[in-house]
């Protein structure tokens, strides 16, 4: 096998829109940079498409789904479960381009990789049990089936943090339930979407069930295609604010919705807890990803007994990090995403320290090129301090204490959002009692990640509505229909 080296993967990647099964320019010849988090410098160009572009990939998502939806399940299972062979046997190029477009080390990117395709395996599982039910009415007299059918034609945006596996925990599910779909890739990573639909296109995946449109004008060219009545879902992965708006363009034709939005995720450790793997859980937790993660711990809240004892020691794993650029050996932790979000993990530093947190270990971005942020532990975290409720989205770990258990929940819940909380305890009624009162979509016990293609995915308040993933996942992908039959 050829050697993985970042010309080969910018060279064969494609650069085009994807519409009805054919590689194209954007009407108008504009193109779009892709940049390197690590220098600051252009990667490549990729097309750049107006709303006429747009039109035509849900046209051609339109056309194609009369058929798809009569394809066998099994003949849809055997793609998605083809694409996941190959994902995984090109596993070390798509790392590669990730690695380039969004920053995270190669041994991280490789992990996405693994858990990104397994969706497609997952959900070629799924695909061949989609059922429905027989019943028979209370007094007898009709017999009622119900069925499950594909939803229609589905509009995917998706974020720059998991390039990968934000696309696939859409399309694995869509491609199961027999949909067509027109996908928007963020415009700070297309390069991996696009490697993504070239494969699937190998793979036998027919023309038009899988379109692909990047696009700097965004706004400018989804919103035409949310208010298409032909279009029938909107499934997006991003921030709150972003989701609200698109929630509201939803509403005019009442599409179904999946929207998995931000967190702001609680990290509780009770005072019988392991401490030492309870570090290992907050460095996971935290540092996967730089912390540019949905489920990234935000808050720790340790109990006043163990609370010096956690913070050094996550104090020294924290500071024994190395940071680099993530094709390169030895490194631990790439660069953020973009100047932007550096700034604003530095602002949320600043702002805890004026107002009392000490600085355990890091504190700064670093000088030159590229968006590096030392890894960060802040303790005495103030409850006024900016960054216990917005998302921090960068490797900072700010640690208060608490005394009581009912103290613990509610500085827990205290927040818009309820995407994910992390509980450390050996009690297992305190596990379980806590786990019940956190306002949250998901709860790791004694671990530090929950993202798992078995189980379902997603939030409640602010963080979102849907599940991804699990038995739950290929739900929002199908229409209940009931049909009455008189004998
Ligand atoms: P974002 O700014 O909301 O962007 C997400 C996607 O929405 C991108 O494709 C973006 O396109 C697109 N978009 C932006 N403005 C739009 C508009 N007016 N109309 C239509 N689409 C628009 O979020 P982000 O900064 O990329 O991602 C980070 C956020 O995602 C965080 O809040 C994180 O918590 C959340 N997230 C949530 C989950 C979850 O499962 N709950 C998973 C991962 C990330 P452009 O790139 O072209 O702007």
Known sequence: MATVTQESVLESVPKGLLIGGRWRDASGGKTLAVDDPATGEVLTHVADASVADGKAALDAAVAAQADWARTAPRDRAEILRAAYEKITERADEFAMLMTLEMGKTLAESRGEVAYGSEFFRWFSE???????????????????????????????????????????????PAIAAGCTMVVKPASQTPLTMLA??????????????????????????????????????????????????????????ILRVSMELGGNAPF??????????????????????????????????????????????????????????????????????????????????????????????????????????EPTVLTDVPADAALTREEIFGPVAPVSTFTTDEEAVEMANDTE???????????????????????????????????????????????????????????????????????
């Open 196 to 253: 993504l639909a070239q494969l699937l296109q190998e793979v036998g995946l027919p023309d038009g069930v899988l379109n692909v449109v990047t696009t700097s004008s965004t706004g400018e060219v989804m919103e035409p295609l949310i208010r298409d009545p032909r279009l029938r879902k909107l499934t997006f992965t991003g921030s709150t604010p972003v989701g609200r708006m698109l929630m509201e363009q939803a509403s005019e034709q």
């Open 417 to 487: 959002y309820g995407l994910v909380a992390y509980v450390f305890t050996n009690d297992l009624t305190r596990a379980i009692t806590v786990s019940e009162a956190l306002e949250f979509g998901m709860v790791g016990v004694n671990q530090g990640i929950v993202s798992n293609p078995a189980a379902p995915f997603g939030g409640v308040k602010a963080s979102g509505v849907g599940r991804e993933g699990g038995f739950e996942g290929i739900e929002e992908y199908l229409e209940t229909k009931y049909v009455g039959i008189a004998l």
């Open 268 to 373: 509780l450790v009770f005072g019988d807890a392991d401490v030492d793997k309870a570090v290992t859980g907050a460095m996971l937790a935290k540092m996967r990803n730089m912390g540019e993660a949905c489920t990234a711990a935000n808050r720790f809240y340790v109990h006043e007994s163990i609370a010096e004892e956690f913070s050094a020691e996550l104090g020294k794993r924290m500071g024994a990090l190395t940071l680099g650029r993530g094709t390169e050996d030895g490194v631990d932790v790439g660069p953020l995403v973009d100047k932007k979000s550096r700034d604003k993990v530095s602002a949320l530093v600043e702002d805890a320290v004026e107002k009392g947190a000490r600085v355990l270990v890091g504190g700064a971005a670093r000088e030159g090129a590229g968006w590096f942020y």
């Open 126 to 172: 799924e695909a061949v049990r989609i059922g429905g039910r027989y019943a028979t009415s209370p007094n007898g007299a009709t017999r009622l089936v119900t069925m499950k059918q594909p939803v229609g034609p589905v509009l995917m945006i998706t974020p720059w943090n998991f390039p990968l596996a934000m696309g696939t925990r859409k399309i694995g």
